[in-house]
């Protein structure tokens, strides 16, 4: 937590000199350690961090309105959201088909080092197979068609990065014309 702690704090240099922080985080609370993601996300509230737990569905949205409560009379400490996975993975996977810069693109730049040695962040072959570990499948029940994702291998954390990202980019609204602005005055 504490090295989180100094990962949503800090300034990153983007190519271009600005510096950026983070805007929103989202943490999973299911599994073994519910209580500290509520504690955690709690006491963060400022910084966005947000509680979130990923629901799937088709019908289900990107994000949906957080419940105050858990099941039974005791409050919870914090607002949890729950994410629509099947939508952000709907979503996700057909802009990755997009191979025009523009609207809806998502640009995965591979990690590299420069002519000069200067190490650039970026994805690797692992993140991309994590990242398409899912495909949709149709599957039918008393005649009605529906569409599942299947796990084609046991590792898919990207997949899960980059939904919970979409669910945080949904939650902030932030003005992406005004960012871009910043980064590339021309």
Known sequence: WKELDE?????????????????????????HRT???????????HLNVYCIIGRDGADRPIVSAPSEKRSGKDPRAVPLFTIGVDM???????RLKLTDKGTGYIPLPLAHSTKAGE???GVD???IAQL?????????KNGVAFTVWVKMRP????????????GALRMRRPDLVALAAQLNPN
Not at 8 to 30: K, M, P, R
Not at 35 to 45: A, L, M, P, T
Not at 132 to 140: F, G, I, M, N, S
Not at 155 to 166: H, K, T
């Open 7 to 31: 990962i949503l704090t800090a300034s990153y240099v983007h190519e271009t000199g600005t510096l950026l922080s983070i805007n929103a985080t989202c943490i999973d609370s299911a599994g």
């Open 35 to 45: 209580q500290f993601v509520y504690d955690y996300c709690g006491k963060r509230r």
């Open 88 to 94: 952000c993975k709907s979503l996700i996977h057909s």
């Open 119 to 121: 190490s650039r962040y």
């Open 125 to 127: 072959e692992e993140f």
């Open 132 to 140: 398409l570990a899912e495909v949709p499948v149709t599957r039918h």
């Open 155 to 166: 590792r898919n954390e990207a997949s899960d990065l980059m939904n919970y990202g979409l």
